[in-house]
Structure formats: structure tokens, C-alpha cells
């Protein structure tokens, strides 16, 4: 028996059409621990699609699946990881030729659950992140330094302790692009970073204007305004971010927020958070989905 998808047949029954999709999502994700979530994810909304005659697959469908989490009592990072599976496994479906391309995108624009409670930290919203980036000067050579680590942070999503381990020879170009190549994260993972442009651009300036040629890109800056030493700490970092955010009204920001902020505006530029979660260098796609708050809640300006 076949169900129709938007005029393209799926077989309704696991081992076919249901499991042939579920396959392509599960050989997309490259995270063990993300694709034990997602078969999970997956296996319950297709048993829960599966028990009755629902129609055809359709973004009202999915609402209807979304409320039934909602009256399950789940989590809310639960119910967002669920949602997450089920957008891969229509995106999979359209560029298959099974499912309807509007319709996939319609199903992709079903609100996640509202993360509730304190806070896990702040985040800018765009306008906020370009005005942290202009507050150092330019024209001085510690506020190029600045420029650029503030960059690294927002662009590239680093952690402290990575920022300061970056070497020269971390900056390569791969496939026509720049990259953070063989950064060390957390579990000892290893991953590639890519650098955008307008960062790329920052932290040229800086070393064109420091004069460094090799080691550990980010260094102190004397009094004189000359680069020295071999490198800087994870608290010069962290207290580089305070001295530029507490002028521009954002209360407690720390170097950590600022690596949010570059996952929410990955997120709300379109990014997959498969994607992201690489980026990010996260063992669990559910870390990841923490991180993409509702953007209707307040900024670092307590607002």
C-alpha cells in the first residue's frame, strides 16, 4: 500500500519508503551521539504517523505532532531536537523527489518549543554584535588586535581556550576558502573552522600591523602600542570583551556569549544545525539546539 506525499508515492511502511528516508537523514549526520537522537526522533514520529490514517505530510500535520510532544510533557530541548529530525527528514524527502519543495519549506517554519527559565547565558542580536565590533580604534594597534579577536569570537564561534592556541599556521585556505584548520576542542576532537571574509579581513590588519610572521596569532600589546610576548591568556580575552561591552549597555558579556551569538545568527541566517554543531565542535546536536534561543527574549541589555 502506498501513502501519496504531495503527488510522490512513499511507501508507508518502514522497511521501505519510511526507513529509506530515515536512512538518508541518519547517513547525513556525522555525530554519534546526534544520530542516536535523531533515530530516536525519527522512529517516533514515524510510529506516531504510521498508527493512524493521517493524510499526506504537510506542515499542519506537523503542528498537530508538535502539540501532541507538547501534551507529553516533554522537554523543551526534547521536543526542538524531535522537530529538528523531522525538518531533515523532509528536507531529504524534497531532494529526493518525494515530497513537494513548498511544502518541505512550509514544514520547516514550525515553530520549536520556547526555552523557559534562567537563562544559560547572553547573546547579541546582529545590530548589537556590529556595534561591539566597532567600538575598539582602529587607528591603535591594540584596538586592531581587539577588532580581530572580537571578530574571531562572533565569526568563527571559538571558545577562549581556543582563541589563544591559534597559530599562524592555523590560517590556511581550503577549496578557495579560509579556514581555522586542525583546532583541538573539547574530547581532544579536531575540527576545521571556516573563517568569513569580513574576518578574514580583521585579522590581517591586525597581523599586517603587528609585524607577526609565525607562532601564536594573538599577542599582548605594551603600553608603547608594540605587539610583545608569545602569546595571550584566556583572561586577557575574557576581560577584552567586558572593557568593550559595559560601555555599549551589555551587562555581563562574556567571550562564551559571543560564541552563542555566532550560532543564533548562523541559525537565523538559514543555517542546517548539523552545520552548525560543527562549527561549534559539540559532541551532541541537543548542546547545540540550546543555543538557538527564542530571539524574541531579552539581550545582554537586560531589555
Given at each position: 500500500m502506498h501513502r501519496e506525499l504531495s503527488g510522490a508515492a512513499v511507501v508507508s511502511h518502514p522497511p521501505d519508503g519510511w526507513a529509506r528516508l530515515r536512512d538518508l537523514v541518519l547517513d547525513s549526520v556525522l555525530s554519534p551521539h546526534?544520530?542516536?537522537?535523531?533515530?530516536?526522533?525519527?522512529?517516533?514520529?514515524?510510529?506516531?504517523?504510521?498508527?493512524?490514517?493521517?493524510?499526506?505530510?504537510?506542515?499542519?500535520?506537523?503542528?498537530?505532532?508538535?502539540?501532541?510532544?507538547?501534551?507529553?510533557?516533554?522537554?523543551?530541548?526534547t521536543i526542538n531536537v524531535r522537530l529538528a529530525a523531522i525538518r531533515k527528514l523532509v528536507a531529504e524527502a524534497a531532494d529526493n523527489g518525494l515530497l513537494d519543495p513548498v511544502l518541505a519549506a512550509g514544514i520547516a517554519l514550525v515553530k520549536g518549543a520556547k526555552q523557559l527559565g534562567v537563562r544559560a547565558g547572553n547573546w547579541l542580536n546582529r545590530e548589537e554584535a556590529r556595534l561591539l565590533l566597532l567600538a575598539p580604534d582602529p587607528k591603535t594597534l591594540k584596538g586592531k588586535r581587539d577588532r580581530a579577536l572580537l571578530g574571531v569570537l562572533?565569526?568563527?564561534?571559538?571558545r577562549r581556550a581556543e582563541l589563544v592556541t591559534l597559530t599562524i599556521g592555523h590560517l590556511q585556505q581550503r577549496e578557495a576558502r579560509w579556514v581555522w584548520i586542525d583546532l583541538m576542542g573539547k574530547g581532544s576532537r579536531l575540527r576545521t573552522v571556516p573563517v568569513p571574509n569580513w574576518v578574514k579581513i580583521l585579522v590581517d590588519d591586525w597581523i599586517a600591523a603587528s609585524?607577526?610572521?609565525?607562532?601564536?596569532?594573538?599577542?599582548?600589546?605594551?603600553?608603547?602600542?608594540?605587539?610583545?610576548?608569545s602569546g595571550i591568556?584566556?583572561?586577557?580575552?575574557?576581560?577584552?570583551?567586558?572593557?568593550?561591552?559595559?560601555p555599549l549597555g551589555f551587562v555581563n558579556l562574556a567571550p562564551h556569549d559571543l560564541r552563542r551569538t555566532c550560532a543564533k545568527l548562523c541559525r537565523?541566517?538559514?543555517?542546517?544545525?548539523?552545520?552548525?554543531?560543527?562549527?561549534?565542535?559539540h559532541a551532541s546536536i541537543q548542546t547545540t539546539e540550546r543555543y538557538f534561543r527564542d530571539t524574541a527574549e531579552s539581550g545582554p541589555g537586560g531589555e
Open positions: 546526534s544520530r542516536r537522537a535523531y533515530a530516536k526522533s525519527l522512529d517516533d514520529f514515524i510510529s506516531w504517523y504510521l498508527a493512524f490514517s493521517r493524510g499526506t505530510l504537510s506542515k499542519a500535520l506537523v503542528q498537530a505532532y508538535r502539540a501532541e510532544l507538547d501534551r507529553q510533557g516533554l522537554a523543551s530541548s562572533i565569526g568563527c564561534g571559538l609585524g607577526i610572521q609565525e607562532g601564536k596569532v594573538f599577542r599582548a600589546v605594551d603600553k608603547a602600542g608594540c605587539a610583545w610576548g591568556t584566556e583572561k586577557v580575552v575574557w576581560w577584552t570583551v567586558l572593557a568593550y561591552a559595559k537565523s541566517s538559514g543555517g542546517d544545525p548539523e552545520q552548525i554543531q560543527l562549527l561549534l565542535g
